[in-house]
Each structure stands twice: as structure tokens, then as C-alpha cells.
């Protein structure tokens, strides 16, 4: 790269998309009802995405209600039970971490931080929403039809998920179905505009190599998802067809309530395979982003720069690319060939090194740096305790002699709630009290946060660290209630008493969060345009929250990565990326060339 | 699943290669005092056509994964195989022809020549209903010998992917019938030059997507 002496950028041709006409609205409605400005879109995405994750932590709890204290509840029956285990999973991997992930966090991030006004396409933006809000609200219809929602478990295995017997098979079933086609639909829409805007919209000097984490996350997870979701949405249409007109592209010869259907020959293991080549990714989908937002958590709070920014991109492209090869380690009870198992278990294996990886590198951030304790420090810290716990029964879970076993116990749940529920969440939560002062202008307030925190981080611990051992007792998941079974002994309920008790409470939490969220809006401690005196140019804006078109008259020109904290020989901790370099970073930099 | 497996593979392969380009050489740690000298790596091509190549990716993936369902599915006793009707023959050549006429009227707009853009627009918009119709006689062919959605999987899949890729068509059409009025209005040839190239490489595409059910109906 060669080194030119004069700093004059007047001249400087625009970027390709750099500057762009913005739609300016001028009613209420234009403004915040059908917006086009990726900030309001995020906002949208993320209230809708947050509200339907209550009604399924609300599930949680009923459905912990009768394991805790069975047959003590008469509004909770057998059916009742499945449509909560149900609905809850689904709510809460698609409609809510999915959404709030890219929806909430991509519109509002990835403009900001690739130094552009608004997403490239800001009506398809728009309209991305809108079917995303359609999806959700198919979904809750799906309640309030005869037979309510569908009680089939998030996996939707045929046959059952469309056999009279299941709860919701008939309209519960279809809904959900294509409520998930519509949600496809809207993301595709949304994914488009976030990938081609992270690759054409970023403003001059910010290369790709330049970009927050945060940002690389989002946008191997929106590539991911948008290579993946294809294969639910083909299941999903081939179930539809299955269940309404009476293909059998899933369904075999079966008898049902000692009548013989006229289905015939098809393959439920062919749905099984479709559905975890979606499956899978669809935990990667979720874990990337909270990835790349954790990476900046940790470097901004701790005062340093990442360790090994280029391994850490490496390490969520390979992440990605590996995740598309292990979706049968999900099978492994299904009766496919074993050899398939090995092959499956080798590549499941494999995932660990770049992941190991990326852990690494943050505790070598964390290493010698500067730790502020703030809430999303707390918060990220708490992410990768729960994320090396999550990963390490992977490892058992992965082995097909290890998983045989285990397949379908509460460690299964232990698991992968760790996994892709707590540790995403939990970084779902450190980023909202990190950028909380941008969007609004406005500090949560900090004693409620280390509150929630501490309430949500041992509480998680104590629901799911116990699970675990009810899994090797050989505690089936999905029951509504055990009886009969000598292997599990009596203390077993003890146990699951304290589980439940625990998810109230950690609940309980969530909603201190909430009520942090509203009071801080108007009452929190003002903030200032860069609080956490960060490098990324979202905290360089000239109005915070950020005005409609984001940066002033002029973009922002990028002279440096992301990571510049605790320099050596500069007196300022941080140096923003659109700081042009010092003399004596450019006399390093004539040396270089 | 190894056809979407391969397709996966492949779209990788490319992200692999990009990303080697982008990381190559850099070092993100420094400053530089220059933007100009710094290359974004953003692409000449206009973020419109960047937005097809990625959707296309997206259809690339949904078809694979119909493909491999499909062959999963035929490996079971029940699958009986389609007879394929010659209309099937005399719907791809139309489809050739609608390709070879989006090509001409890329030609022309490139050329600026609004008459025959015109001309172009019309004869490959009129190829593209006459397949649609085409391909809905080959469905009533079918079913009046016999051969409903449901009596065999293989019909099912036949239905569904004739389906579905002729919904892209109606899609591709969507944009098609946009260009056209805004031609018609007068709207100057440069204008709509994007428009139909991209049009053009949407119905190659959907082209090479048909030629390759077509084979894999006549080969199974």
C-alpha cells in the first residue's frame, strides 16, 4: 500500500451507493409507521421480536409449572403441555432471536457502522418488516383456531405433527407452516439488503477489513440464513402439500385410529433431513451474531483490541461453511446408515477448532486489559462461560456412542439451552445496555442492570446445570408427566421443583429489564454521543440518537480498524476510525511503505 | 442431499475466494492517511445487480434442495416414473427462443435503439406467456391420462417444480411488464439498460434452472 503524502479527500469520488437520496417522510405515520429509515425498521423488528419472546418465556413457565408441580394446575393438560413446548421453541429460535438478531441489530448497526445513511434498498427494508409482522401474526392466530396451535415439538416431524392425535393438526399445523414460509419470505427480503449494503454501502476507507465484528457476524449469519432457510421453506411446502392435498412426499402407508390413510411410501426421514440442513445453520444463524457483538462488547469494555481480528473472521466463515456439513449429528437415532454417523460426528468435531478459536481469542483480549465491569462487560463475560459450558456437552453430544443415549433426555435440553438460548440472550441483553445510550440517548440504569444480570446469570445456571444430571438419570424430554419409571428415582422431582422455581425467577428478572427499558427512556442518566468512548463510527455521529440519514452533510471518512484502544504512545485511550492517522503514525506508516 | 451439498460447496468455494482477496496482504491494525489509495473492495457493478446474484444464490440453494429431495424420494419402491409429453420438447425451445430474444433486446438497449427495444420487450414477453401456457397443457395432458398430484410422488414432484419455476417466470415477469410500461412511456433507452440486462441474466438463469429439471425428468 503506498503511502500519499497529501490528505486533501475533496476530490475523492464518491463511493458507488455512498451517497443516496433518502425518502423523507413527512407524517407521523411515514415517519414511524411505514418507515423506510433503517433505525425505525430495527426498532420495529426488535419490539415485535421482544414481545412475542414473552409470550413464549410465558410458555416456559407453564410448562415448568407442570413439571415442577405435576398435575397441580387444571388449566395445563397433555396437550396444552405440547403446544407450550412447541410454540415456545419456535418462538423463541425463529421469531425471536433470528429477528432480533438481524432484524433489530442488522437495520440498526449495520448502517451505522459501515459508515452509510440507510440500508441500499430502503423499501424493501420496509417491506420486510411488514411480512415479518404478518408471519407473527399468523403465529398467534394459531392460539385462537379450534384446536388451537400445533403441539408437534419445533422439529415438526411428520407424520405426527399432521396426524389427528397431535394437538393442532389441522388448523395449528397450517398456520405455523405458513407462517414460516412468510417469515422466510420477509427475511429474504430484509437478508438481501443487509448483505448487499455491508458489501456496497460502506462509506470511503471503511474496507471489509475495517469492519466492527459485529458487523462481520451479522453478515455471515445473513448469508448463512439465507442459504438455509430455503430448506425449511421447501419441508414446509412439501408438508403443506402433504397435509391439504394428499401427496405423500413425507407421509408412509400409516394407520390412524385403526383407519388406513391414503398416504403411502413416502419419507419421514427425508423431512428430517431437510429440516436439519436448515436446522443446523439456523444455531449458527443465532450464535454469528452474538459472536461478532461480543467480540466488540469485550475490546471496547476491556480497553483493547481484539486478538487476531483476521482469525476471528476466518473463524466465522469457517464456522459457517462447517455448519452446513453436520446437520445429521441430529439424527443419529433416526436409523440413517452408521457410517453416515461417523462421518457426521468427524465434521461435528471439526466445528469445535474454529469455535475453541474464537473463545481464545476472547479471554486473550481479556488478558491484561483494562476490564471495566459495566453491565455489558458483565453480560459478555457471562456469555462465554455459558458458551464454553454449552460447547463442551457438544462434544458429548456430538459422538454418536456418547449421544445414543442421551438423545431425547433433559440433557439434550441442558444442552442446547446453554448453548443457543442462554448464551445468546445473554449477549442479547450486554448489547442492549451498550447501545441502549445510543438509541436513546439515555444510560439504563446500572444498578437494575447488574441486578438483572446477576439474577438472569445464576439463575440460567440453576436451571440447566441440574438438567443436565436429570438427563443421565435418563429424564425424557417432551413428557407431560413420568410415572412408572423405576430408573428415575424419587429425588429426581426435588430437583425438578428447584429447576422451576428457578426459571420463575430468572423470569421474574427479565421483566426488572423491561421495566429498566421504559423508566430509563425518560428518567435514565443522559449519555452523551459516546459513552463508552468507543472507536466504531455509530458513536461518531453528530446527533445522538443518530438523525434520519444518520451522519451529517458528510459521510464519515474511515481511516483505521475498529480496534484502536490503548495505543501505545497515544495519550487518548481510543482513537475513533474516523480520525485521520498522527504524525507519528503516519512517519510509522512512510516506513512501512 | 449431495446436489445441495455440491451447490453449498460451491456458493463456499466463492466466499472463500473473496474473502481470501480481502484478507490477503491487509493489515487491518494500521492506519492509513489516505482514503483515496484505499480500495473498499466494493464491486463496479451497481447494488442492484449485486442483490440479483445473491437472490439467485437463494433460488440456486431452494431448487438444489428440491433436487435432492427428489432423488431421496425416488429411491423408495413406490416412485413410478412420468411419461414426458413432446410438448415438454416444444415448451424448451420456446424457452430458448425467449433467452435468445431477451439477448437481442439486451443488444439493442445497449445500442440505444428504442424501436427494437420495443420489438424485443414484446416478441420475448409474449415467448415467456406462450411457454407459461405451454407448460399448463402439459399439466392437463397429464392429468387426463391419469396422472394426478397425488397418485405418485414422482407426479407430485413433476407438478411442484413445474410450479414453482413458473412462478419465478411470473415473478421475472413482474419486473419485465415494469420495464416494458416505463419503455413505452418514452422513458429514455439508458434509463431502462439496467433494467432489462438484468432481466436478460433472470431469465437465462431461469432458463438453465428449467434445462436442468427438464434433464433430470427425462433421465429418472
Given at each position: 500500500m503506498a503511502y500519499i503524502a497529501h490528505d486533501e479527500t475533496a476530490h475523492v469520488p464518491p463511493a458507488e451507493t455512498g451517497e443516496m437520496e433518502l425518502y423523507h417522510p413527512k407524517t407521523f405515520i411515514g415517519k414511524y409507521i411505514w418507515s423506510q429509515d433503517a433505525k425505525v425498521i430495527a426498532i420495529q423488528y426488535s419490539v415485535t421480536a421482544i414481545g412475542i419472546g414473552l409470550v413464549a418465556l410465558v410458555l416456559s413457565w407453564l410448562m415448568r409449572l407442570q413439571l415442577g408441580f405435576p398435575q397441580q394446575f387444571s388449566f395445563i393438560d397433555p396437550s396444552n403441555y405440547l403446544q407450550f413446548v412447541t410454540m415456545h421453541g419456535m418462538i423463541m429460535v425463529v421469531y425471536l432471536l433470528t429477528a432480533l438478531f438481524l432484524g433489530g441489530f442488522g437495520n440498526y448497526l449495520i448502517p451505522l457502522m459501515v459508515g452509510a445513511r440507510d440500508m441500499v434498498f430502503p423499501y424493501l427494508n420496509m417491506l420486510s418488516y411488514w411480512v415479518y409482522l404478518f408471519a407473527v401474526m399468523l403465529l398467534v392466530a394459531s392460539f385462537f383456531v379450534p384446536g388451537g396451535p400445533t403441539g408437534a415439538g419445533w422439529t415438526l416431524y411428520p407424520p405426527q405433527a399432521i396426524l389427528d392425535g397431535t394437538p393442532?393438526?389441522?388448523?395449528?399445523?397450517?398456520?405455523?407452516?405458513?407462517?414460516?414460509?412468510?417469515?422466510?419470505?420477509?427475511?429474504?427480503?430484509?437478508?438481501?439488503?443487509?448483505?448487499?449494503?455491508?458489501?456496497?454501502?460502506?462509506?470511503?476507507?471503511?474496507?471489509?477489513?475495517?469492519?466492527?465484528?459485529?458487523?462481520?457476524?451479522?453478515?455471515?449469519?445473513?448469508?448463512?440464513?439465507?442459504?438455509?432457510?430455503?430448506?425449511?421453506?421447501?419441508?414446509?411446502?412439501?408438508?403443506?402439500?402433504?397435509?391439504?392435498?394428499?401427496?405423500?412426499?413425507?407421509?408412509?402407508?400409516?394407520?390412524?385410529?385403526?383407519?388406513?390413510?391414503?398416504?403411502?411410501?413416502?419419507?419421514?426421514?427425508?423431512?428430517?433431513?431437510?429440516?436439519?440442513?436448515?436446522?443446523?445453520?439456523?444455531?449458527?444463524?443465532?450464535?454469528?451474531?452474538?459472536?461478532?457483538?461480543?467480540?466488540?462488547?469485550?475490546?471496547?469494555?476491556?480497553?483493547?483490541?481484539?486478538?487476531?481480528?483476521?482469525?476471528?473472521?476466518?473463524?466465522?466463515?469457517?464456522?459457517?461453511?462447517?455448519?452446513?456439513?453436520?446437520?445429521?449429528?441430529?439424527?443419529?437415532?433416526?436409523?440413517?446408515?452408521?457410517?453416515?454417523?461417523?462421518?457426521?460426528?468427524?465434521?461435528?468435531?471439526?466445528?469445535?477448532?474454529?469455535?475453541?478459536?474464537?473463545?481464545?481469542?476472547?479471554?486473550?483480549?481479556?488478558?491484561?486489559?483494562?476490564?471495566?465491569?459495566?453491565?455489558?462487560?458483565?453480560?459478555?463475560?457471562?456469555?462465554?462461560?455459558?458458551?464454553?459450558?454449552?460447547?463442551?456437552?457438544?462434544?458429548?453430544?456430538?459422538?454418536?456412542?456418547?449421544?445414543?443415549?442421551?438423545?431425547?433426555?433433559?440433557?439434550?435440553?441442558?444442552?442446547?439451552?446453554?448453548?443457543?438460548a442462554v448464551a445468546p440472550v445473554l449477549v442479547v441483553c450486554g448489547a442492549i445496555y451498550h447501545w441502549y445510550p445510543k438509541i436513546t440517548g439515555r444510560f439504563l440504569d446500572d444498578t437494575l442492570g447488574k441486578i438483572h444480570f446477576w439474577f438472569t446469570f445464576v439463575g440460567s445456571y440453576s436451571i440447566y446445570l441440574p438438567m443436565h444430571y436429570l438427563g443421565f438419570l435418563g429424564v425424557p424430554r417432551r413428557y407431560f408427566a413420568i410415572e412408572g419409571t423405576d430408573f428415575i428415582p424419587a429425588s429426581a422431582q426435588s430437583l425438578n421443583v428447584s429447576i422451576t422455581i428457578a426459571a420463575l425467577i430468572v423470569g421474574a428478572a427479565q421483566l426488572v429489564f423491561l421495566y429498566n427499558l421504559f423508566r430509563s427512556y425518560s428518567k435514565g442518566k443522559p449519555a452523551g454521543g459516546n459513552p463508552w468512548n468507543a472507536t466504531t463510527l455509530e458513536w461518531q455521529t453528530e446527533h445522538t440518537p443518530p438523525a434520519h440519514g444518520n451522519f451529517g452533510p458528510e459521510l464519515p471518512l474511515v481511516y483505521r480498524w475498529a480496534y484502536d484502544y490503548s495505543v501505545p504512545g497515544v495519550e487518548a485511550d481510543f482513537i475513533p476510525q474516523n480520525q485521520p492517522p498522527s504524525a507519528k503514525e503516519k512517519s510509522l506508516e512512510e516506513k512501512e511503505a | 442431499m449431495t446436489t445441495a451439498l455440491l451447490v453449498m460447496a460451491a456458493i463456499m468455494a466463492v466466499i472463500v475466494g473473496w474473502l481470501f482477496k480481502q484478507t490477503v496482504n491487509t493489515q487491518p491494525w494500521l492506519a492509513q492517511s489516505s482514503v483515496e489509495a484505499v480500495q473498499r473492495g466494493a464491486s463496479s457493478q451497481t447494488s442492484v445487480a449485486i442483490s440479483l446474484w445473491v437472490f439467485l444464490a437463494v433460488v440456486t440453494s431452494m431448487f438444489s434442495l428440491f433436487i435432492s429431495a427428489y432423488y431421496m424420494r425416488m429411491s423408495l419402491a413406490d416412485w413410478k416414473s412420468l411419461p414426458e409429453p413432446g410438448l415438454l420438447w416444444f415448451n424448451t425451445g420456446v424457452l430458448v427462443l425467449t433467452s435468445a430474444a431477451m439477448?437481442?433486446?439486451?443488444?439493442?438497449?445497449?445500442?440505444?435503439?428504442?424501436?427494437?427495444?420495443?420489438?424485443?420487450?414484446?416478441?420475448?414477453?409474449?415467448?415467456?406467456?406462450?411457454?407459461?401456457?405451454?407448460?399448463?397443457?402439459?399439466?392437463?395432458?397429464?392429468?387426463?391420462?391419469?396422472?394426478?398430484?397425488?397418485?405418485?410422488?414422482?407426479?407430485?414432484?413433476?407438478?411442484?417444480?413445474?410450479?414453482?419455476?413458473?412462478?419465478?417466470?411470473?415473478?421475472?415477469?413482474?419486473?419485465?411488464?415494469?420495464?416494458?410500461?416505463?419503455?413505452?412511456?418514452?422513458?429514455?433507452?439508458?434509463?431502462v439498460q439496467l433494467s432489462v440486462a438484468l432481466c436478460t441474466a433472470y431469465w437465462h438463469y431461469l432458463l438453465l434452472v428449467w434445462l436442468i429439471l427438464f434433464a433430470l425428468l427425462l433421465s429418472t
Open positions: 393442532g393438526s389441522n388448523a395449528g399445523i397450517i398456520l405455523m407452516l405458513v407462517s414460516l414460509a412468510f417469515f422466510i419470505i420477509g427475511f429474504t427480503m430484509g437478508g438481501l439488503n443487509y448483505v448487499v449494503t455491508i458489501l456496497q454501502a460502506r462509506t470511503r476507507g471503511m474496507t471489509m477489513m475495517r469492519l466492527p465484528l459485529t458487523v462481520w457476524g451479522i453478515f455471515m449469519a445473513t448469508i448463512l440464513a439465507l442459504l438455509a432457510f430455503p430448506a425449511l421453506f421447501v419441508s414446509a411446502i412439501m408438508m403443506t402439500l402433504d397435509l391439504t392435498l394428499g401427496t405423500s412426499f413425507f407421509m408412509p402407508a400409516i394407520v390412524s385410529k385403526g383407519q388406513q390413510l391414503d398416504y403411502g411410501g413416502g419419507s419421514p426421514i427425508l423431512f428430517q433431513h431437510l429440516f436439519w440442513f436448515f436446522g443446523h445453520p439456523e444455531v449458527y444463524i443465532v450464535a454469528l451474531p452474538a459472536f461478532g457483538i461480543v467480540s466488540d462488547l469485550i475490546s471496547v469494555h476491556a480497553r483493547k483490541n481484539i486478538f487476531g481480528y483476521r482469525m476471528m473472521v476466518w473463524a466465522i466463515l469457517a464456522i459457517g461453511g462447517l455448519s452446513f456439513v453436520v446437520w445429521a449429528h441430529h439424527m443419529y437415532v433416526s436409523g440413517m446408515n452408521p457410517y453416515f454417523g461417523f462421518f457426521f460426528a468427524t465434521t461435528t468435531l471439526i466445528i469445535a477448532i474454529p469455535t475453541a478459536l474464537k473463545v481464545y481469542n476472547w479471554v486473550l483480549t481479556l488478558w491484561r486489559g483494562n476490564i471495566h465491569l459495566t453491565v455489558p462487560m458483565l453480560f459478555a463475560i457471562g456469555f462465554i462461560f455459558t458458551f464454553i459450558n454449552g460447547g463442551l456437552t457438544g462434544l458429548f453430544l456430538g459422538n454418536v456412542t456418547v449421544s445414543v443415549p442421551l438423545s431425547d433426555t433433559m440433557f439434550v435440553v441442558a444442552h442446547f439451552h446453554m448453548v443457543m | 439477448q437481442w433486446t439486451l443488444a439493442a438497449a445497449k445500442r440505444g435503439q428504442s424501436a427494437r427495444l420495443r420489438n424485443g420487450l414484446l416478441v420475448s414477453g409474449a415467448l415467456t406467456f406462450a411457454f407459461l401456457a405451454g407448460q399448463l397443457v402439459v399439466w392437463q395432458q397429464l392429468t387426463e391420462l391419469g396422472y394426478f398430484l397425488t397418485s405418485n410422488p414422482a407426479n407430485a414432484f413433476f407438478y411442484l417444480l413445474t410450479a414453482l419455476h413458473a412462478l419465478h417466470l411470473l415473478g421475472g415477469l413482474v419486473v419485465w411488464g415494469r420495464t416494458s410500461i416505463k419503455v413505452w412511456r418514452g422513458v429514455e433507452v439508458k434509463k
